[in-house]
């Protein structure tokens, strides 16, 4: 029987910093380090060789790729913005709330009411919900 190979693990969470980087690389591209530290809108400066530093340290992790066949290294996301989300809230779901998602929900509107567009699109996600769970 062929031995089949093993499903790589998922990359870790982020850091904030890292989830930074990860914020302009999904918005831009793939980008140099230098377009990186500039696209960083902070009240406190981070320097060029931290930003370094931290994308030296995701491509270890395997948040992010590294091309190196140019002169500057150019550097993309090997994460969705998507599935992050998605395991980040599900770590925080787990954590925080024991599991449920209906505490975790109840907590974040009472965090910051949602918009009227924001309580359509809930509407129409547990309609869906609804009627998927009857089919």
């Given at each position: 029987m062929p031995k089949r190979p093993l499903p790589r693990p998922a990359p870790p969470r982020p850091t904030n910093a890292e989830l930074e980087i990860l914020r302009v690389l999904w918005r831009r591209g793939p980008c140099t380090v230098r377009a990186v530290h500039a696209s960083f809108e902070r009240a406190e400066p981070i320097g060029y060789t931290t930003?370094?530093?931290?994308?030296?340290?995701?491509?270890?992790?395997?948040?992010?790729?590294?091309?190196?066949?140019?002169?500057?290294?150019?550097?993309?996301?090997?994460?969705?913005?998507?599935?992050?989300?998605?395991?980040?809230?599900?770590?925080?779901?787990?954590?925080?709330?024991?599991?449920?998602?209906?505490?975790?929900l109840l907590h974040a509107l009472a965090t910051r009411p949602a918009?009227?567009?924001?309580?359509?699109?809930?509407?129409?996600?547990?309609?869906?919900?609804?009627?998927?769970?009857r089919a």
């Amino acid at each position: 029987m062929p031995k089949r190979p093993l499903p790589r693990p998922a990359p870790p969470r982020p850091t904030n910093a890292e989830l930074e980087i990860l914020r302009v690389l999904w918005r831009r591209g793939p980008c140099t380090v230098r377009a990186v530290h500039a696209s960083f809108e902070r009240a406190e400066p981070i320097g060029y060789t931290t930003v370094l530093k931290l994308l030296q340290i995701m491509t270890e992790k395997g948040l992010v790729r590294r091309d190196a066949s140019l002169r500057s290294h150019v550097y993309s996301a090997a994460v969705s913005e998507a599935s992050t989300q998605r395991r980040m809230v599900a770590d925080l779901v787990k954590r925080a709330f024991g599991g449920s998602t209906l505490r975790l929900l109840l907590h974040a509107l009472a965090t910051r009411p949602a918009s009227s567009r924001e309580v359509h699109q809930i509407r129409r996600l547990l309609n869906h919900q609804k009627n998927g769970a009857r089919a």
